[in-house]
C-alpha cells in the first residue's frame, strides 16, 4: 500500500509538463512495451516472427526455385491483359487505356489534394526495404549447382545438389550491393532530416507516384529485360535486349499522358471551371468503360443507310417530342395534369416491356428503353418547376441522355469489325475490369431502388423488392450466371437475341444489386425518424425527402459494405470463366498451360494474377478509407 | 373543462382576429392506449399558445398532429381553413404553411448550415438560390449567428443548432410555428438564447404554438396558457390567471411542482 501511494506522489511531481508523445518511445522502449511485457507476451512474439520467417522462406524458394518457368508469364503478358485481341488493331487498346490515363490524370488533378510524404518516412521505407532484401538474400536457400555442361547436379538419392551457404552468399554479390546501397541512402536522408528545422520536410504524394511510374517507364527503354512475344502464333523469346519497341513506347505516352493531364487538371483546380471540369470528368468516368468498350475496342462497321433512316430520326424524335413534353410539363400551372401525364407514360413504359416478352408488340428495343426514360423523366419533371435556367437544365439533360442512350445503342447493334478468335474479341484483365466495372456501375442504382423499396411504406413495392432479394440472394451466383447464359435465351420471343457477354451482364448486375441492396438498407436504417420528421415538416416531397436527406446519409453510413461488395464483386468475376468466358484468371490457369511450349506451367501464372487482384483490391480499399474520412463518416 | 372555455380568446388584441389552428374533438389512440381524447380548441391568428402538463399528456401529440406528423383518428383539424385529411395536396399545403421546431433539432447533418436552411425553399417555394441565400443569411442574422452560415451542425452548439432549426423553420415564411419542447434537450446556460430568439418571434405577430415547461417564458409572451392532463385539455386561461388562481385541483398540482 505504501508503495502506491509513494507512485502516486512521484506521479503527481512528475506532472509538471504534458505527457510524453507516443511516438518519441526509443526502439528499445517500444520493443519492450509491444512485444515483450511479459514473458507469455515474448514467447509469443518469438513464434510469430518465427512463423513469418518460415511462410516468407516458403514463398521465395517457390518464386526463385529453378523449376519457376516465368518465361511463360512474360511471354503471355500481353495474352494475359487481353487474351487474343488482333495484334494489327491492337492500336484500338492503346486509345482505351490512354483515354483511362488521361481521365485518371485529369481527376486526381482537380479533385485531390494529395498532401505529402514526409522525408524522414521515406528515409524508414529505404533502410526497411534495404533490412528485408538483406532478410531474403540470407533466407533464399543456395541455388543448385550447374556443371559446365549445363545439367543440374544431383546426389546419389537424386535429390538436387546445392551450393553452400557460403558459396550462395558471395554469389549474390549484386543483392548485397543493393541492401547496402539502400540502407546508406536512408541513413544519410534520416541523418539529413534530423536537423530541426529539415525535420518536417515533406514531398508530395504526386511527386513520389509520378516519379516512381516514371522510372518503371523509363527502365523498359533501358534494362534488358529481354524480348518474349507470340507474334502471330511463333514465340519469340531474346533476351539481354530491352522489350519491344510496340511495348514500350505506348507505355511512355501513356506515362505522359497521367503525368502532363494531372497538371492541366490541377490548373483547373481553385478556378470557375472547377465545378464544370469535376463533373465532367465524373461523368465521362460513368459513360467511359461502354463506350470505350462497345466503339472504340469494338469498332462498329455502321451501316450510315440505316442510321440516316432508322436510328437518327428515332434519336431526334424522342429527343425533341420528349424535350417539348417535359418544357409543358415544368410550366408553372402544369400541376395535376402534369402527375396525370407521367403516370400514364409509366404505365405504357411497363406494358411495352410486357408485350415484348410475349411478342405481342414488335418495337425495336431502343424505342422501349427510351419510352421508359421519357417517362421517368416527366416522373421528375415536377422538381424542376420553378425559373426558366433550372428548366433549361432538365431539358439540356434529357437532350443529352437521348443523345448518349441512342448513340451507344447504335453502335452496340452494330456488328464489330475486330477478327474474332473467339466468341468474345476480349479476354484477360480487360474483360475482368470491363464486366467488374459495368456490374458495379448498373447495380448501383438497382440496388439503391430495391433498398427503397424493402423500406417503402407501400406494400406491394416492400414485397417485389423482399423477395426478389431472397430469391437472389438464395441462389449460387454460378447458377445464376449459368440460368443467364443457357435458359434465357430459350424464354425470349422470336427476334430477340442476348449476346453471351449481354446475358452474363444482366445476370451478374442483377444478382449484385440484391447484394447491395441489404448493404444499402443497412444505411437507410441509421437514419433516425427524426431526419424524415424534419423533412417532412419543411414540406419536401417524398422523392425530395429520399434524394437529399435519408439517400446521402445512409449511403455514406454504408460506406464500408459497399467497397465490400465491388472487392467480391471484381474477384468473383472469375466465375465467367465455368460459362465459358476468358477471364484473367482462366487465361493463367488454361490458356497458357495449354500452349505447347509451357506445357501445364500453370503456377507462376496463378501467383502473378492473385498479386494483380490483390493490388486492385487494395488499392480499392484504401481510397475507400480516404473517402470515409473524407465524407466525415462517424462525425455525426 | 372550466373558467374559459377553450374557443374563447383571451387577450383583447386578437378579438377579430382569423381562426388559425381549430381542433374539433380531436382522438388517437396507440393501440388501446388512448393519447388523445376530445381535444378541442381554437388558435387565432397571431395568437401565442403554451401548452403544458405533465409528460404523457398528449401535449406533444396533438402539437405533432397539427402538420401531420402524427395521423389523428378521428374529429376534425383545419389549419387556416384547410382540412388536415388523408388528401396528400391538403397535408402539401398545411406543411408549407405550418414550420416546426423539434426537441431534438434535426438539422441535416450532411449539410451546412446554410444548406440545411436554403434547401425548402429552393425546392419546395421554387425560389433561385441566390434569392434563398440572401433570406437565409437574414435569418441567421435574426436568430444572432450570421458567421456559422458555413459551418455543419455537428460543429454548433445545442443552442446554436436548435436557433438554426428555427431559422430553417422561418425560411418558409411559415403563418404558424409549433414548437414541441424547443430548450428540453439543452443544457441551461443555452435556453435563455433559443426563448430570446422565441420571445422575438412572439412579438412579431406569428401564430406560434408551444409545447414547454419554461414558465416563465409562458408568463411572459403567452397569450393563452393550455393545461393538458391525460389526453384532455383540462384548463385554459391567460398566464394571470394560471399564476394567480388556477381553478382545477390537477392544475394546482401541477403548478406547485413546476415552480
Known sequence: MSKLSDINVEAGIADAGPPQQGGSLSVGQWLRTNLFSNWFNSILTLLGVFAALLMLRGVLNFTFSENREWDAVRTNLRALMTLSYPESQYVRVWVAVGFLMALAGMSAGVWENWGGVSVKRMSTWLMGSGGFFALCVLLREPSVIIDSEGKVLRTVEGTLQRESFWAAMTDRLGWWIAVVVLIAMGAAIWAWCSEPDRRNNSVAVTTVVFSGLGLLVLSLWLVPYGHYAFADGTYIAVPGRTVAFSTKMPWTVMWLLLFGLYFVGRSFRDTQWQGIVRGSSNLLWLISPMALFWVVLRDPALDYAHVLSTDLPMGLAFGVLGGVLLWVLTRADAGEAGRLTAVGLLGFAAFNWVAAFFGLYPMLQKARISFLLVALAALVAPNFIGEVAKRRQLIVGWLSAMALVHYMATMMNTPSTVELQSSEFLGGLGLTLFVAVIVVLLSFPLGVLLALGRTSKFPIFRMLSTSYIEIIRGVPLISVLIFFSVMVPLFLPDGMELAELAAVLTGYTLFSAAYLAENVRGGLQSVTKGQYEAADAIGLTAVQRTGFIVLPQGLRVSIPQLVGQVIATFKETSLLAIIGLFDFLRVANSVIPAQSEFMGVKREGILLVAMIYFFFNFTISKYSQRLELRVGLGER | ?259
Not at chain 2, 49 to 65: F, H, L, M
Open chain 2, 1 to 259: 373543462m372550466s373558467t374559459d372555455d377553450a374557443t374563447t380568446v383571451a387577450n383583447d388584441r386578437l378579438v377579430d382576429r382569423e381562426d388559425m389552428i381549430v381542433c374539433v374533438d380531436v382522438d388517437k389512440w396507440y393501440g388501446d392506449f388512448q393519447a388523445l381524447n376530445g381535444v378541442t380548441a381554437t388558435i387565432k391568428e397571431g395568437e401565442v399558445a403554451v401548452v403544458c402538463g405533465p409528460s404523457g399528456s398528449g401535449k406533444s401529440t396533438w402539437i405533432r398532429c397539427i402538420n401531420r406528423l402524427e395521423v389523428h383518428q378521428a374529429g376534425d383539424i383545419f389549419v387556416d381553413g384547410i382540412e388536415l385529411s388523408n388528401d396528400l395536396r391538403n397535408i402539401e399545403k398545411i406543411r408549407s404553411e405550418v414550420g416546426m421546431v423539434f426537441q431534438q433539432f434535426n438539422l441535416f447533418p450532411h449539410l451546412t448550415v446554410l444548406d440545411n436552411i436554403t434547401l425548402a425553399p429552393i425546392w419546395v417555394r421554387k425560389k433561385p438560390r441566390a434569392e434563398a441565400e440572401t433570406a437565409a443569411r437574414a435569418l441567421l442574422d435574426r436568430v444572432g449567428i450570421p458567421e456559422q452560415a458555413e459551418k455543419f451542425p455537428g460543429q454548433l452548439s445545442g443552442g446554436q443548432q436548435q436557433r438554426v432549426a428555427i431559422a430553417r423553420s422561418l425560411a418558409m415564411e411559415p403563418r404558424v410555428m409549433l414548437f414541441d419542447e424547443p430548450t428540453s434537450a439543452l443544457d441551461p446556460e443555452m435556453i435563455k438564447e433559443v426563448l430570446d430568439v422565441m420571445k422575438e418571434l412572439a412579438r412579431s405577430g406569428i401564430t406560434m404554438m408551444v409545447v414547454t415547461h419554461e414558465m416563465g417564458f409562458a408568463r411572459e409572451v403567452a397569450d393563452r396558457i393550455i393545461f393538458m392532463e391525460g389526453g384532455e385539455i383540462v384548463e385554459v386561461g391567460t398566464p394571470e390567471h394560471f399564476f394567480t388562481n388556477p381553478t382545477e385541483d390537477r392544475t394546482k398540482l401541477f403548478m406547485s411542482q413546476i415552480l
